[in-house]
């Protein structure tokens, strides 16, 4: 009788027993995309280790394209079958078109899954590579080698399912491999599943992310919470002449502090920028959410409607908090941030224009920059503008605020998302955005930075 799994999960959750019986210690799970997700997550949580995911992209002969040529993988490594391209006569132009063709599909498919998520770092650990099962082996092999050109140290392979054929092979390549099942016959991976539906990109972001939660929370436990503490506080501030609320939260040991400005129709309860500010507090930055608006203010009707897109308003707001955050002892020779979403854009660039000894560095999430173009002449502290590629008319405002800028500048745009960023995977694109530029440019105050060159960039390779 065939002894099955009744789905991915289920094959994880046995495979991860099989791990744990072998005593196979690895640092790091990487699982082949779609499928081999699932399986991952279940092994990763039963190990106790972080999951992501390694692409590798087959390169099809033109015209018999499931005949392998080489094979590229996350991290950039590129194995190539010399002796396919040399018996068919394959030029290094047709191979290199090939090529660069799958690796923008191997980058597209890695910002969808892992958000602005970086990939792990392999080099010097042992790894265990994970699929929903093996049958020529030829997409593990050519992971396996990568992993070999990544430095990564040992390479452990398994799987629920596998052909012992197959299995024998991936022995000699990897330092171990470990499968729940091994047949001496297998008519396809499927048969070995009673539901085999296909992983979607949305399930295959949702437990990268799960998992990167329950690493951190560990890692904090770990630490006696010390490495994951946050220090949260509603303080009152006046600001412009009106008492204003801020939630503040402060790492144990904080890098930068980054203020948030909040849009049209926005506050500081905004689920959008709360997971944003989730991510920076994840990297050691202390976040300030405060409403720019007073309760009265923010009331929608015809009285007040016209103040969400009162700039020099917001903006004089936004400085009282910056100034008051700036005299805040938590914060001593901290840099701060300003972080502008919608109209909350423009008023960052003014904030930055003000103050330019306070002010380190500034991201706008589908902002309105354009709105504050006297500011931005003045701006000289690093300056991000995200867009997502299907918001057209704030893209080109962003670009002719882009031209404007003279300081150190960069337009990302997020493929596929509108302006709110509500698509799979946009949002963490830009929260890992946000959290990059901050860490990279918030320096000690004084330390402004110099005018720098502009680069508008659709997220390939970054």
């Known amino acids: 009788m065939r002894e099955g799994f009744r789905d991915r999960r289920d094959g994880g959750r046995r495979l991860a027993s099989r791990l744990l019986e072998t005593g196979a210690g690895v640092s790091v799970v990487l ?10 997550y279940e092994v ?57 063709r799958e690796q923008r599909e191997l980058v597209r498919r890695e910002r969808v899954y892992r958000g602005g998520r970086a990939m792990v770092e392999v080099a010097g650990r042992s790894v265990l590579l994970v699929d929903d099962g093996v049958a020529t082996g030829s997409t593990m092999l050519a992971a396996v080698r990568s992993l ?9 392979v398994a799987a629920p399912i596998a052909a012992r054929a197959t299995a024998a092979r991936l022995r000699v390549e990897a330092d171990e491999a470990v499968f729940a099942v091994e047949a001496a016959w297998l008519d396809g991976i ?4 009673d539901d085999f539906d296909q992983t979607s990109d949305a399930e295959v972001h949702e437990l990268l992310a799960a998992c990167a939660v329950r690493v951190s929370g560990s890692a904090a436990a770990d630490t006696g919470g010390e490495a994951g503490r946050l220090e949260e506080t509603e303080v009152p501030i006046e600001g412009g002449g009106v008492r204003l609320v801020a939630d503040i939260a402060v790492p144990a040991v904080p890098r930068g502090v980054v203020v948030f400005a909040h849009g049209s129709g926005s506050g500081r309860k905004s689920p959008r920028n709360r997971r944003v500010a989730a991510v920076l507090q994840g990297a050691g930055l202390a976040t300030v959410l405060a409403d720019l608006l007073t309760a009265d203010e923010d009331a929608i009707d015809q009285r007040t409607r016209h103040l ?6 917001l903006a004089t707001r936004l400085v009282a908090i910056t100034d008051r955050v700036a005299l805040d002892p938590r914060f001593a020779g ?13 008023a960052a660039m003014i904030a930055a224009a003000r103050r330019p000894t306070r002010v380190g560095a500034v991201v706008s999430r589908g902002g309105r920059p354009d709105l504050a173009m006297d500011a931005l002449r003045v701006v000289r502290c ?39 960023f509500e698509e799979p995977g946009a949002l963490d694109r830009v929260a890992g955005l946000a959290r990059d530029w901050f860490l990279r440019h918030l320096r000690a105050p004084e330390g ?10 659709t997220g390939e390779g970054t």
């Open 308 to 313: 969400r897109f009162d700039i020099p308003m």
């Open 448 to 457: 402004g930075a110099a005018a720098g060159g502009a680069t508008e960039r």
């Open 31 to 40: 699982a082949l995309p779609r499928g081999g997700v699932p399986v991952g």
């Open 148 to 156: 070999r050109d990544l430095g990564a140290s040992r390479i452990v």
């Open 382 to 420: 690093p300056t991000l503008l995200i867009v997502g590629g299907l918001d057209f008319t704030v893209l080109e405002l962003n670009r002719e605020a882009l031209a404007v800028l003279r300081c150190e500048k960069s337009l990302e745009i997020v493929p596929g998302s509108g302006h709110l």
């Open 190 to 193: 499927s048969m070995w599943y």
């Open 334 to 346: 901290l840099a701060i941030g300003c972080f502008g979403a919608s109209t909350g854009g423009a």
């Open 44 to 100: 990763a949580s039963a190990l106790g280790v972080p999951l992501d995911v390694f692409v590798v992209r087959k390169l099809g002969v033109p015209g018999q394209e499931e005949l392998a040529m080489g094979a590229i993988a996350s991290g950039g490594t590129r194995v190539v079958n010399r002796e396919v391209v040399s018996l068919l006569g394959i030029g290094e132009s047709v191979l290199e078109a090939v090529a660069e």
